[in-house]
């Protein structure tokens, strides 16, 4: 990083433990870990924000990625990895991969981070992204979120980067037991609720966190290859 960017990057830091304070009563988190906090700053957001966009990189607001889809505000990916409480040794699924941010963030928490995208072009894009910045414990895959990823299950943890309109089944049963499933919860453009969904031996705990405003969870559209008669 050179100069310019380090002092963004501090800004971003500054605004991220602003926000921290600020929401305190509502998410219970008066601060973040350090290993959350040194994630973010590893991270050079620049990297994952379209040309002509990054002198905004380090603003603390979403930003757009094309294909109508954003780049998460830099607290809000800091929350998220904080509420999955993952560590060194975790294996976690991403649900909505976009840019690679947060996948990039996670990385720098886990052992190894599964992340699925619907969209074919904006998964190549970050498959390549984050091979070319050295995550090599990330893989990227395109397909529906709403199914999980079976084949790597049980999950440390499973964040949802999109808002969807009920907690899909299929992620909570790919959670170990014990382990959290973060995800916003709601209508499309209206109210969401960011959620904590926590697996236990014999039950299912929910917890509202914070109100956000995601981009919806999508359902990936029906096969229309013509069949054969
Ligand atoms: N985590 C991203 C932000 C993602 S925005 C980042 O750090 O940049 C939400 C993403 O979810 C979009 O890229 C969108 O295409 C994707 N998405 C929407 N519905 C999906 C689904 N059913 N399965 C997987 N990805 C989905």
Known sequence: MNRDERAGME???????REVLYTADETGLPHFHDAVMAAMAAVPRPCFVPQGLESAAFDNGPLPIG???TISQPYIVALMSELLQVGKASVVLEVGTGSGYQAAVLAELVRQV???ELVPELASA???RLQRLGYHNVEVRQGDGYHGWAEHAPYDGIIVTAAAPHIPQALVEQLR??????????DA???????VVTRH????DEHTVLPVAFVPLRHAPPDRSPTLH
């Open 11 to 17: 800004r971003m830091l500054e605004d991220i433990r």
């Open 67 to 69: 294909h109508g889809q």
């Open 114 to 116: 599964y992340s699925l």
């Open 126 to 128: 970050a498959a390549e």
């Open 177 to 186: 037991i014990g382990a959290r499933l973060v995800i916003p919860v709601g």
């Open 189 to 195: 453009y209206g109210s969401q609720q960011l959620m």
């Open 201 to 204: 031996q014999e039950r299912i």
